[in-house]
């Protein structure tokens, strides 16, 4: 063996002495964790890929190191991997491909992912019991090709993203003419009023984010644009580069929807008109930094009160069904309050835009019919749905 | 927490001002220095095993300052960084380590006998006594673990618990005799990286006595500690010394030697703790002291520092204060001990004094 100096502690996942050691020296414990990536990389996977890097210069451990770091969630499977940069996904496809095969139901190499954002072809949707439905929000990600990931990307890149992305916003007009508020220069005023209307994001406090390293150099380059109508919000370099969101009080999701597509097709025509595009390839849709937004990206849900339904024995299997998920009312790893729940699509990758917030609204629609037969002291088993 | 970004490949496409962090909101060392003149000069080199100046100063962009002490903000990812960032290094050290300049050299003195005193610090004020270092190792990462230390013999005979398959009953062992650490919460050493893959490789060996003890892959490679109740400290640095110089002979007999140069001393991960990386202290009842007006500018006299019982960023309980040397570079073991003993053996006598409501002004010390 080298003699070698060897590495502080604090020495990188770039450190270029680690290949003087062996696979097995190098590989992770991972005898506790549960995540999709535990369950993939195998040493045998390990010494095969250890020694490949992106053109950015992104390596396995790179990928690997908030599920080494973050064992597993106690509710949640989590991925345990994140993607530096668009080439991430081709170089280390070997764990990448069953990592998104698992996570994604099955979904193959082979598979072709169809984007739909015609909001034209959602059916309804405008007519959820706002009685029961209190808010509607449909978000999704987008990643400006040509530019490292939020865990990758150095401080230059993050500013040019952010640039980039305010003089897209600022061209927009009629009902989407808005404002951007960069979190380092935000007045007292300014920040009271974004958490009031609740659009403020915040520097990450979960490990699994800050084990990617996207939480670096915060909060330089990130910042918050909504519209004057307050509908339509654009996160910029959070988890990934943009976080667009539409959103509004009550059950209006066809709404909701429109403005979704109608703005995210805007933004997109004014990057094209400055020459950059959206990473997107016709197997993984639109790419992002986590393995599971794959596809759409999109998390189209509601906020509804469902006390009855909830405490059905058959609750959890409903949902399923109905392939959709719930969390609390604040966001995911949140308790629902009230009885009041966040309920959305649970699939991103396999289906398009307008199939997911499809599922939303004929879900929703069927729950809460389920919640008033409960009410009203019914049975509900004869609304019991197949398997979508 | 970073990872594997800050060696990302296509930042030098960009400028320097599109690539120069924002300090302007900064109080620590590396932001008084780092201009973006001096991250020009820099950002394009590169240690041998690949560390870059935005690994250096990571944590220093994230964690723009602490409430009450001036952070470091930057660390070493290997010996050769005090080398190839000296530009950005040199300023830091000589402004955190008193004006020590690049031409400085360092004193190493382990020998316990030129230690005057300290074993009659009196036990009924100074509860504890204790003594830690850091070391880094040379050569190869360690060889598992355990088998240079579970040669020590005598009264350092020992065992080593590594943190991922320790039993609860040991853990709570560890816990009560005030042993283990665990993963760091500060987001000062997160930010630098040191806590990734935990606890892989991380343990405690402590020897039967429970007086000596070794944390291995914390913040450093080792941590080595003596400590005992009461007021000894003769005998708690005599330890200290004699099993610090046996784990340095095993370790050269497997071809690893600490890191240490003669203008540095001991090469430690965060430049704070270069020099000696000592900090000898004891805990002691001062509570009439510590409310004096003058308690401060007698500690600032004596070349020591105050923390609460819980070591760094706590509080003292009940007017019991863990009192240290400030000093790591440019003064030796010996030099550093020297200044505790004998500034906390004032200090209790100015304790007494107030005690029995008379003045301690005839006491001031003069500024060593």
Request: net charge negative; aromatic share 8%; proline share 5%.
């Given at each position: 063996?080298?003699?070698?100096?060897?590495?502080?502690?604090?020495?990188?996942?770039?450190?270029?002495?680690?290949?003087?050691?062996?696979?097995?020296?190098?590989?992770?414990?991972?005898?506790?964790?549960?995540?999709?990536?535990?369950?993939?990389?195998?040493?045998?996977?390990?010494?095969?890929?250890?020694?490949?890097?992106?053109?950015?210069?992104?390596?396995?451990?790179?990928?690997?190191?908030?599920?080494?770091?973050?064992?597993?969630?106690?509710?949640?499977?989590?991925?345990?991997?994140?993607?530096?940069?668009?080439?991430?996904?081709?170089?280390?496809?070997?764990?990448?491909?069953?990592?998104?095969?698992?996570?994604?139901?099955?979904?193959?190499?082979?598979?072709?992912?169809?984007?739909?954002?015609?909001?034209?072809?959602?059916?309804?949707?405008?007519?959820?019991?706002?009685?029961?439905?209190?808010?509607?929000?449909?978000?999704?990600?987008?990643?400006?090709?040509?530019?490292?990931?939020?865990?990758?990307?150095?401080?230059?890149?993050?500013?040019?993203?952010?640039?980039?992305?305010?003089?897209?916003?600022?061209?927009?007009?009629?009902?989407?003419?808005?404002?951007?508020?960069?979190?380092?220069?935000?007045?007292?005023?300014?920040?009271?009023?974004?958490?009031?209307?609740?659009?403020?994001?915040?520097?990450?406090?979960?490990?699994?984010?800050?084990?990617?390293?996207?939480?670096?150099?915060?909060?330089?380059?990130?910042?918050?644009?909504?519209?004057?109508?307050?509908?339509?919000?654009?996160?910029?370099?959070?988890?990934?580069?943009?976080?667009?969101?539409?959103?509004?009080?009550?059950?209006?999701?066809?709404?909701?929807?429109?403005?979704?597509?109608?703005?995210?097709?805007?933004?997109?025509?004014?990057?094209?008109?400055?020459?950059?595009?959206?990473?997107?390839?016709?197997?993984?849709?639109?790419?992002?930094?986590?393995?599971?937004?794959?596809?759409?990206?999109?998390?189209?849900?509601?906020?509804?009160?469902?006390?009855?339904?909830?405490?059905?024995?058959?609750?959890?299997?409903?949902?399923?069904?109905?392939?959709?998920?719930?969390?609390?009312?604040?966001?995911?790893?949140?308790?629902?309050?009230?009885?009041?729940?966040?309920?959305?699509?649970?699939?991103?990758?396999?289906?398009?835009?307008?199939?997911?917030?499809?599922?939303?609204?004929?879900?929703?629609?069927?729950?809460?019919?389920?919640?008033?037969?409960?009410?009203?002291?019914?049975?509900?088993?004869?609304?019991?749905?197949?398997?979508? | 927490?970073?990872?594997?970004?800050?060696?990302?490949?296509?930042?030098?496409?960009?400028?320097?001002?599109?690539?120069?962090?924002?300090?302007?909101?900064?109080?620590?060392?590396?932001?008084?220095?780092?201009?973006?003149?001096?991250?020009?000069?820099?950002?394009?080199?590169?240690?041998?095993?690949?560390?870059?100046?935005?690994?250096?100063?990571?944590?220093?962009?994230?964690?723009?300052?602490?409430?009450?002490?001036?952070?470091?903000?930057?660390?070493?990812?290997?010996?050769?960084?005090?080398?190839?960032?000296?530009?950005?290094?040199?300023?830091?050290?000589?402004?955190?380590?008193?004006?020590?300049?690049?031409?400085?050299?360092?004193?190493?003195?382990?020998?316990?006998?030129?230690?005057?005193?300290?074993?009659?610090?009196?036990?009924?004020?100074?509860?504890?006594?204790?003594?830690?270092?850091?070391?880094?190792?040379?050569?190869?990462?360690?060889?598992?673990?355990n088998t240079p230390l579970n040669s020590l013999d005598g009264e350092f005979k020992g065992k080593y618990y590594p943190l991922k398959s320790m039993t609860d009953a040991e853990q709570e062992q560890l816990i009560?005799?005030?042993?283990?650490?665990?993963?760091?919460?500060?987001?000062?050493?997160?930010?630098?990286?040191?806590?990734?893959?935990?606890?892989?490789?991380?343990?405690?060996?402590?020897?039967?006595?429970?007086?000596?003890?070794?944390?291995?892959?914390?913040?450093d490679h080792l941590r080595v500690i003596s400590m005992q109740k009461g007021g000894n400290m003769k005998e708690v640095f005599r330890r200290f010394c004699v099993g610090l110089q046996r784990i340095e002979e095993?370790?050269?007999?497997?071809?690893?030697?600490?890191?240490?140069?003669?203008?540095?001393?001991?090469?430690?991960?965060?430049?704070?703790?270069?020099?000696?990386?000592?900090?000898?202290?004891?805990?002691?009842?001062?509570?009439?002291?510590?409310?004096?007006?003058?308690?401060?500018?007698?500690?600032?006299?004596?070349?020591?520092?105050?923390?609460?019982?819980?070591?760094?960023?706590?509080?003292?309980?009940?007017?019991?204060?863990?009192?240290?040397?400030?000093?790591?570079?440019?003064?030796?073991?010996?030099?550093?001990?020297?200044?505790?003993?004998?500034?906390?053996?004032?200090?209790?006598?100015?304790?007494?004094?107030?005690?029995?409501?008379?003045?301690?002004?005839?006491?001031?010390?003069?500024?060593?």
């Amino acid at each position: 063996m080298l003699q070698v100096d060897a590495i502080m502690p604090f020495g990188n996942t770039h450190n270029q002495l680690k290949m003087n050691y062996s696979a097995e020296q190098e590989y992770p414990d991972l005898t506790k964790h549960n995540n999709h990536m535990a369950k993939v990389l195998t040493p045998e996977m390990y010494a095969n890929l250890r020694d490949k890097q992106t053109p950015s210069g992104f390596t396995l451990d790179d990928v690997i190191q908030t599920g080494v770091d973050n064992p597993g969630h106690p509710f949640i499977m989590t991925v345990g991997c994140v993607a530096g940069d668009e080439e991430t996904y081709d170089v280390f496809k070997d764990l990448l491909d069953p990592v998104i095969e698992d996570r994604h139901g099955g979904y193959k190499p082979s598979d072709k992912h169809k984007t739909d954002l015609n909001p034209d072809n959602l059916k309804g949707g405008d007519d959820l019991d706002p009685n029961y439905v209190l808010s509607s929000r449909v978000r999704t990600g987008r990643s400006i090709r040509g530019f490292c990931l939020p865990p990758h990307c150095s401080r230059g890149e993050r500013r040019g993203i952010e640039s980039l992305s305010v003089e897209a916003l600022g061209a927009l007009g009629g009902d989407l003419k808005g404002k951007y508020y960069a979190l380092k220069d935000m007045t007292d005023d300014e920040q009271q009023q974004l958490i009031d209307d609740h659009f403020l994001f915040d520097k990450p406090v979960s490990p699994l984010l800050l084990a990617s390293g996207m939480a670096r150099d915060w909060p330089d380059a990130r910042g918050i644009w909504h519209n004057n109508n307050k509908t339509f919000l654009v996160w910029v370099n959070e988890e990934d580069h943009l976080r667009v969101i539409s959103m509004q009080k009550g059950g209006n999701m066809k709404e909701v929807f429109n403005r979704f597509c109608t703005g995210l097709t805007k933004i997109e025509e004014l990057f094209k008109a400055k020459g950059h595009e959206f990473m997107w390839n016709e197997h993984l849709g639109y790419v992002l930094t986590c393995p599971s937004n794959l596809g759409t990206g999109l998390r189209g849900g509601v906020h509804v009160k469902l006390p009855n339904v909830s405490k059905h024995e058959k609750f959890g299997e409903i949902l399923k069904r109905l392939r959709l998920q719930k969390r609390g009312t604040g966001g995911v790893d949140t308790a629902a309050v009230g009885g009041v729940f966040d309920i959305s699509n649970a699939d991103r990758l396999g289906f398009s835009e307008v199939e997911l917030v499809q599922m939303v609204v004929d879900g929703v629609k069927l729950l809460v019919e389920m919640e008033k037969r409960l009410e009203a002291g019914q049975s509900i088993d004869g609304l019991m749905p197949e398997q979508k | 927490m970073p990872f594997g970004n800050t060696h990302n490949n296509f930042k030098l496409n960009f400028s320097v001002a599109d690539e120069y962090p924002d300090l302007t909101k900064h109080n620590n060392h590396m932001a008084k220095v780092l201009t973006k003149e001096m991250y020009g000069k820099l950002r394009d080199k590169q240690t041998p095993t690949g560390y870059t100046l935005d690994d250096v100063i990571q944590t220093g962009v994230d964690n723009p300052g602490h409430p009450y002490i001036m952070t470091v903000g930057c660390v070493a990812g290997d010996e050769e960084s005090y080398d190839v960032f000296k530009d950005l290094l040199d300023p830091v050290i000589s402004d955190r380590h008193g004006g020590y300049k690049a031409t400085d050299k360092h004193k190493t003195d382990l020998n316990f006998e030129n230690l005057k005193g300290g074993d009659d610090l009196d036990p009924n004020y100074v509860l504890s006594s204790r003594v830690r270092t850091g070391r880094s190792i040379k050569g190869y990462a360690l060889p598992p673990h355990n088998t240079p230390l579970n040669s020590l013999d005598g009264e350092f005979k020992g065992k080593y618990y590594p943190l991922k398959s320790m039993t609860d009953a040991e853990q709570e062992q560890l816990i009560a005799d005030h042993f283990l650490f665990d993963k760091p919460v500060s987001p000062l050493l997160l930010a630098a990286g040191m806590a990734r893959d935990w606890p892989d490789a991380r343990g405690i060996w402590h020897n039967e006595n429970k007086t000596f003890l070794v944390w291995v892959n914390e913040e450093d490679h080792l941590r080595v500690i003596s400590m005992q109740k009461g007021g000894n400290m003769k005998e708690v640095f005599r330890r200290f010394c004699v099993g610090l110089q046996r784990i340095e002979e095993i370790f050269k007999k497997h071809n690893h030697g600490f890191m240490w140069n003669e203008h540095l001393g001991f090469i430690l991960t965060c430049p704070s703790n270069l020099g000696t990386g000592l900090r000898g202290g004891v805990h002691v009842k001062l509570p009439k002291l510590s409310t004096h007006a003058k308690f401060e500018e007698i500690l600032t006299r004596l070349r020591l520092q105050k923390r609460g019982t819980g070591g760094v960023d706590t509080a003292s309980v009940g007017g019991v204060f863990d009192i240290s040397n400030a000093d790591r570079l440019g003064s030796s073991e010996v030099d550093q001990v020297q200044c505790v003993v004998d500034g906390v053996k004032l200090m209790v006598e100015m304790e007494k004094k107030l005690e029995k409501g008379e003045s301690i002004d005839s006491m001031i010390p003069a500024q060593k």
